[in-house]
């Protein structure tokens, strides 16, 4: 038996990444999931893969930044499932360009919080009701060291995270009496392609990285990692494993904000 058995889980983001890691993960457990993605062809991707495994996965085309499109996903989850155990709220990332406050471009203002705020709360906001209709359940939320260390230029990204990390306290003491536990994961640095691409091109030819240095990485071997390493730690807090743990920022970061 695995530990999501009967249970249905929604992720966002889920055609690459952390979100498809954790998406096999959650399958391999025994869920049911619903991949919700804005690429057509990954998330159908994500999908096949985990039907072709003897899963039980449903691939809703999603744009997290319109509460429409996540309400209809929503709907589509209890349309087929008649159930919404699991959010894993995912998708989201940085923009290029990203940069200190009094030099970056303003524009990237709305793209930064449209994704990885304004998607959060609109896929909490669909959720939320089915949810607490059911009993229950348990929401995941991606943050970033960003968000909590102030020795970077990404700015933006790093107030966005810092947001979904207060929607995730305020989510948590709102909802405990519906039975519903509201967990965020701030993980270090996960080599997904879009990551590995911004790491290697600004690694030097002697394998060295200015601002992973300026960060303090040097001294945290445990702070890397593959989306394989940090989906163990989500399917934990989606399980019934952690039905202690709600309110909860969890570091997963190699001790990048302990040392």
């Known amino acids: 038996m695995g530990r999501l058995d009967g249970k249905v889980a929604f992720c966002t983001g889920a055609g690459s990444g952390i979100a498809r890691a954790t998406a096999r993960l959650f399958a391999a457990e025994g869920a049911a999931v619903v991949i919700a993605e804005i690429d057509r062809e990954t998330g159908s991707a994500t999908a096949h893969e985990l039907t072709a495994a003897g899963h039980d996965a449903l691939f809703v085309h999603t744009d997290v930044t319109v509460l429409a499109s996540v309400e209809a996903a929503v709907k589509a989850t209890v349309d087929r499932y008649g159930r919404l155990d699991v959010l894993f709220n995912c ?28 998607g959060t709360m609109h896929c909490c906001r669909a959720a939320i009701p089915v949810m607490a209709a059911g009993g229950g359940g348990s929401i995941i939320n991606l943050a970033s060291l960003f968000a909590l260390q102030g020795n970077h230029t990404l700015h933006l990204y790093g107030a966005a995270k810092g ?8 989510l948590a003491a709102r909802h405990a009496t519906d039975g519903i536990r509201v967990n965020v994961v701030v993980p270090g640095t996960i080599m997904t392609e879009r990551v590995r691409a911004l790491f290697d091109a600004n690694t030097d030819e002697h394998g060295h990285n200015a601002a992973a240095s300026a960060m303090g990485f040097d001294n945290h071997p445990f702070a890397y990692g593959s989306p394989e390493d940090l989906a163990p730690v989500i399917a934990f807090l989606a399980s019934d494993d952690a039905r202690l743990v709600t309110g909860a920022l969890i570091p997963a970061d190699g001790g990048m904000t302990a040392y």
């Open 91 to 118: 998708a989201g990332g940085s923009q290029p360009g990203d940069a200190p406050i009094t030099d970056v471009d303003l524009s990237l203002w709305d793209p930064t919080f449209d994704t990885n705020v304004k």
């Open 163 to 170: 947001a979904v990390i207060s929607l995730t306290r305020a």
